[in-house]
C-alpha cells in the first residue's frame, strides 16, 4: 500500500472518531425528546403532580428550578463579575495574583457533589438555612461562581488597551473607563458566560440532593426558607423512587424534554450573542 | 492621582472569593471529615476492603469505592481520550470552515446536557444495550457508567486540545512541510508532540472530571457494595456513595462524618488531577512564549 492510500485511510478513522460525539448526541437528544413529546402538553406544564407523580404535570418542578437558579444568580453574577474586573484591571503581577487564578481553576474542578456537602455543612446545619431554596441557590451560586469570573476576566482581556488609553486621554479616571468603556464592551462575553452558567445552575442534581430539594411537595413555596421540587431530582427521583415505574418513567421523559429544551435554549442564545459580536468586532 | 471611586476600594476583597470559597470548601469537608477518626481507623479507612456503614460493626473500608471510581473513570477515558484527540484534530487541522462552525457548537451542546439526563439516558437506552451486547445479568455496570462517562468528559477534552493544536505555530508545520514531510507526518511527529503539553492538560482536566461527576454513576453503575470482580460489575464508585447514603443519615453521626470524610478523599484525587493539568498548561504556555 502506498504512503498517500494509507494516510487517507487515517485520516479517516479520525474523521469517523470525530463524528462518534455527534452520533451518541443525536441518539442521546432523539430518544428523550421523541418519547417526551409523547406527554409534553399545556396541562404538563402547568398542572400540579397527582397520585404520586404518576398523573399531572410537573409545574411545581419547574417553578422551583426557576426559584433556584434565580438565587444562584443573584448571588454568583455580581461578585463573580466584580471579581473579575478586580483580576483583569487591578490586581498586581504578583506570585499572589498567579495563586488566585488557580485557586479559581481548582474551584471549578471540585465535584458538585462536594459541593452538595458542603452545602449540607454551611448553610443547611451551621446557619440553620434548613433543606431550603436560599441553601441550594447559595451552593449552585459558588458552583458557577468561577465560570462567571472566568468569562468575566476572558471578555474584558480582549478589550483592546487603546480604547482605555482614549478614554483616560480624555479624563476619564480608571473606574469610569471601566464602567462606561471596558464593561460594556465586553460584555458580549460576560453575558455568555452567565448565560451558560444558567443553563448548569438548572441542571445540576448533586448540589441540591441535600441543601434543597424535595422528590414531592404537596405545597408551592412560599419564602426561601422552604424546600421545593426541581426538574433534575425530579427526573431522578421518578426513576429511583415510587411504586409506579410505567407511569413515572414517561413523566421523567417529559421533565427530561423540558429541562434540556431549556438548556439549548440558552446554550442557542450563547452562541448567537458570541457569534453577533465577532461579527460586529471591528478591531 | 484622581480620586478613587468607593467600589474600587471593596474590589479587592471580591477578587479574592474564588480563593475564600475554595479554602471554605476544603476546611468544611476536612473539618467535618476528620471527626470520623475519633471513633474509627483512618489506616482502617484507608485500606479497609469492607463499606458497611449501617450494619450494627459498623465498617468504612474506602477501598472498594475508590477502586470502583478508578475503575469506572479509566473506562471512560480509554473511550474519551483517542475520540477527544481525534476529534481535536480533525477540527483543527482537517475539517473545512463550514464543518468546523457545525461540529464545535455541537460538542459544546454535549458539555451542556445536565448529568441526570446523561443517567436517564444511560438507565433507558445504555443499559439495556449493554446487556443484550455482553450477555450479562443487569446491564447497570461500571462499563456501561464508563461509557456514559466518555461523552460526558469528551467535550472537555476535546476543547482544550484543539487550542492547544491551534496554538502550534504554523511555521514549524511549513518547516516540515518544506523537508518534504506529509500531512499526516508532520501531525504525528511534529504538530502533537508540540501541542503534549496541552493535551496532558486536557487528559487530566478530563479525568479529574470523570472521577468527580456524581448523578451518572449513582444511576448507571448499578451501586453493588463491595470490590467490583470485573468491569462488568455493578460498582457504586465515591461520589454515588455519597449521594446515596447522606439523605439517610442522621447529622453528626458516625456514618455523616464518615461521607465527609470520603468527600475529602475524593478532593484530594481530584485535586490531584487538577493540579497536573494546572502544571502541564503552564509549561505550554510558556512554551509558547
Known amino acids: ?283 | 492621582m484622581k480620586k478613587r471611586a468607593i467600589i474600587e476600594y471593596f474590589l479587592p476583597i471580591f477578587g479574592y472569593i474564588a480563593v475564600i470559597a475554595l479554602f471554605a470548601i476544603a476546611f468544611t469537608i476536612f473539618g467535618e471529615g476528620i471527626s470520623t477518626f475519633k471513633e474509627f481507623s483512618l489506616w482502617q479507612f484507608l485500606t479497609g476492603l469492607v463499606w458497611r456503614p449501617a450494619a450494627s460493626h459498623i465498617k468504612l473500608g474506602s477501598v472498594p469505592l475508590l477502586f470502583s471510581t478508578l475503575i469506572v473513570s479509566s473506562i471512560a477515558m480509554f473511550i474519551a481520550v483517542p475520540l477527544g484527540i481525534a476529534t481535536a484534530v480533525y477540527i483543527a487541522k482537517l475539517a473545512g470552515n463550514n464543518v468546523k462552525d457545525i461540529l464545535k457548537p455541537l460538542i459544546e451542546l454535549l458539555a451542556s446536557i445536565p448529568s441526570v439526563v446523561y443517567g436517564f439516558f444511560g438507565i433507558v437506552f445504555m443499559a439495556p444495550l449493554v446487556q443484550k451486547l455482553f450477555h450479562l445479568p443487569i446491564g447497570q455496570t461500571g462499563f456501561t457508567a464508563g461509557i456514559i462517562l466518555a461523552f460526558m468528559a469528551l467535550p472537555t477534552i476535546a476543547s482544550i486540545a484543539e487550542d492547544a493544536i491551534t496554538a502550534v505555530p504554523s511555521d514549524i508545520e511549513a518547516a516540515s512541510f518544506g523537508l518534504g514531510a506529509s500531512k499526516f507526518e508532520t501531525l504525528t511527529h511534529i504538530v502533537i508532540p508540540a501541542a503534549m503539553p496541552g493535551i496532558i492538560t486536557a487528559i487530566s482536566l478530563g479525568f479529574g472530571r470523570a472521577i468527580g461527576e456524581t448523578m451518572t454513576v449513582l444511576m448507571v453503575a448499578g451501586g453493588a457494595l463491595g470490590m467490583p470482580h470485573s468491569i462488568f460489575s455493578p460498582m457504586r464508585p465515591i461520589t454515588a456513595t455519597i449521594a446515596a447514603e447522606m439523605g439517610e443519615t442522621p447529622v453528626g453521626s458516625l456514618h455523616y462524618h464518615a461521607l465527609f470524610a470520603l468527600a475529602a478523599e475524593l478532593f484530594v484525587l481530584v485535586m490531584v488531577f487538577n493540579l497536573i493539568a494546572e502544571y502541564y498548561h503552564k509549561k505550554f504556555s510558556m512554551l509558547r512564549g
Open chain 1, 1 to 283: 500500500m502506498d504512503k498517500t492510500k494509507k494516510e487517507n485511510i487515517a485520516f479517516f478513522i479520525i474523521k469517523i472518531l470525530a463524528y462518534t460525539s455527534v452520533v451518541f448526541l443525536v441518539a442521546l437528544v432523539g430518544y428523550i425528546v421523541l418519547n417526551g413529546f409523547k406527554v409534553i402538553n399545556l396541562r404538563f406544564l402547568t398542572d400540579v403532580p397527582r397520585n404520586g407523580i404518576t398523573e399531572g404535570g410537573i409545574f411545581p418542578a419547574i417553578l422551583g428550578t426557576f426559584y433556584l437558579v434565580f438565587v444562584s444568580f443573584l448571588v454568583a453574577v455580581p461578585i463573580g463579575v466584580l471579581s473579575g474586573i478586580y483580576l483583569a484591571e487591578y490586581s498586581p503581577n504578583s506570585g499572589l495574583t498567579r495563586f488566585i487564578h488557580v485557586s479559581i481553576n481548582m474551584l471549578s474542578g471540585v465535584p458538585s457533589v462536594v459541593f452538595g456537602l458542603f452545602g449540607l455543612a454551611v448553610f443547611v446545619n451551621k446557619f440553620h438555612f434548613g433543606v431550603s431554596i436560599l441553601s441550594g441557590g447559595l451552593t449552585l451560586g459558588i458552583l458557577i461562581l468561577p465560570t462567571i469570573i472566568q468569562a468575566t476576566i476572558e471578555a474584558l482581556n480582549t478589550v483592546p488597551y487603546s480604547f482605555r488609553e482614549a478614554s483616560f486621554g480624555i479624563g476619564a479616571t480608571k473606574w469610569q473607563t471601566i464602567k462606561d468603556i471596558v464593561l460594556p464592551t465586553g460584555m458580549p462575553g460576560i453575558l455568555t458566560g452567565v448565560i451558560l452558567s444558567i443553563g448548569r445552575s438548572a441542571g445540576e442534581t448533586a448540589p441540591i440532593l441535600f441543601t434543597a430539594a424535595t422528590f414531592y411537595t404537596g405545597r408551592l413555596p412560599k419564602s426561601v426558607f422552604n424546600e421545593v421540587m426541581a426538574l433534575p431530582y425530579l427526573i431522578y427521583g421518578l426513576l429511583t423512587e415510587g411504586t409506579f415505574p410505567d407511569k413515572q418513567i414517561p413523566i421523567a421523559y417529559g421533565a427530561s424534554t423540558v429541562l434540556l429544551l431549556f438548556v439549548f435554549a440558552l446554550s442557542f442564545v450563547a452562541i448567537i450573542i458570541r457569534m453577533r459580536s465577532r461579527r460586529r468586532k471591528k478591531w
